[in-house]
């Protein structure tokens, strides 16, 4: 097998390369995407027969808690290779993912405590599913404590990718909240096999909502990754190069 | 269109609060997250191009 695509991701610069080609197609797919999504569910999306209009909070719900975990374990991936391979590419990956995941998981756990109040007149219970979730929220603040307070970067690197590690045992337990216990929040959506539980004319909107914020996410990701890099890489000749160049204008 | 007038689709039913201030706290921290990398990044560049410069001085 030919590895050169792996070795590639050593690179800081090529990295740099690459995103700043990525980043505006995946800006603009994630706009279109939000926009076609959100104004499709709130505005033409047939309402749902007992909760009515207030169900189009699951179009920016299910996207949320679905990012919260994709980060999540995007992070336990990045802890692996971080680990086993010492790239530096993937712990800037990992501290740079853990905010954008909190804020999501915040976003999922907010819509969800307002949506909770009319469908079941309450803003929080400690469900099996709100538990874990709030549980991910703090593995969150975790990561990102962790990341600040030890100023030696190896070391800081070493302990966060354990963690996530350590703390991906909870995704599972999300994602089987629903079935392993009795709870009140309703099971899943969507099924890898088997029919959707929505009509296609709510859950079409739903798929773009949740494509448009992995396409969000992406975005935000790298460009906070790539201002990291800069900053790791402040003494490599093609960064001062960079910087120049960007900052040309003010001089 | 599923509403048929703008005050039907700003009432949402009676769960407009609900579904507006769900809406609109998603959308403030989604512009946070682009727009504080932006300013970390002006900020970065600023102070990084003239740490550069006193470095050629020297």
Avoid at chain 1, 3 to 19: A, D, I, L, R, V
Avoid at chain 2, 13 to 26: C, D, L, M, Q
């Amino acid at each position: 097998m030919n590895w050169t695509w792996f070795h590639k991701w050593g690179s800081p610069k090529w990295f740099y390369e690459m995103s700043g080609r990525w980043l505006p197609w995946l800006g603009v797919a994630a706009i279109l995407l939000l926009a076609v999504g959100l104004a499709w569910g709130l505005a033409f999306a047939p309402p749902e027969k007992y909760q009515l209009d207030s169900y189009r909070i699951i179009y920016i719900h299910v996207p949320a808690a679905f990012l919260a975990q994709s980060c999540y374990l995007l992070m336990a991936i990045a802890g692996v290779v971080s680990l086993v391979w010492k790239m530096k590419l993937a712990d800037v990956a990992l501290q740079q993912a853990a905010p954008i995941g909190a804020w999501l998981c915040f976003v999922s756990l907010v819509s969800g405590a307002i949506w909770g109040k009319p469908t079941w007149g309450t803003y929080w219970i400690w469900d099996a599913r709100l538990t874990s979730m709030l549980i991910l929220l703090f593995l969150y603040f975790g990561v990102i404590a962790l990341g600040n307070a030890i100023s030696n970067r190896d070391s800081a690197a070493k302990a966060c990718a354990v963690l996530a590690l350590v703390g991906a045992v909870n995704i599972p337990i999300i994602k089987y909240s629903v079935e392993f216990w009795n709870t009140l929040h309703q099971p899943a959506t969507f099924t890898v096999t088997g029919k959707a539980s929505m009509s296609a004319d709510m859950w079409l909107p739903l798929l773009i909502s949740v494509l448009g914020f992995y396409c969000f996410f992406a975005t935000v990701l790298l460009m906070r990754m790539r201002l990291e890099v800069l900053r790791r890489e402040s003494r490599a000749s093609w960064v001062k190069a960079e910087v120049a160049r960007l900052s040309g204008g003010n001089r | 269109m599923y509403f048929e007038s703008f005050a039907e689709f700003v009432a949402m039913g009676k769960h407009g609060a609900y579904v507006w201030s769900a809406y609109g706290i998603t959308l403030v921290v989604l512009a946070l997250n682009v727009v504080l990398p932006i300013l970390a990044r002006r900020r970065y560049l600023k102070d990084e191009a003239r740490r550069l410069r006193r470095e050629e001085v020297k």
